[in-house]
């Protein structure tokens, strides 16, 4: 019967000692998600249904070649900001 309590006592201790290492993986960012933002705007538009009936085939990339193209152009402009700080940098 001692032997049951010892176990148990052990068993306490070793998942008392696994939670508080995850307490302190958790403050110390071990499970902060770098990568899912960086992927999310990839995947961030609805699917366009085709409507062959009303448009021909092409009705269906519509949507998404209007928003690749904001999204390069919003990247040319990010750039060109960029770029500029840069040069105001390098003058200073």
């Given amino acids: 019967m001692s032997v049951i309590y010892v176990l148990l006592t052990i068993s306490i201790i070793v998942a ?10 958790v403050k110390n960012g071990q499970y902060d998600d770098s990568y899912t933002p960086s992927v999310r705007m990839l995947f961030e538009d609805e699917l366009v249904k085709p409507d062959l009936k009303a448009k021909g085939k092409e009705s269906s990339l519509r949507g998404t070649k209007r928003t690749v193209a904001s999204k390069q152009a919003n990247c040319r402009t990010t750039l060109a900001t960029t770029n500029t700080k840069i040069q105001l940098n390098k003058e200073k």
């Fill in 16 to 25: 008392v000692l696994f939670f508080i290492a995850f307490i302190i993986s």
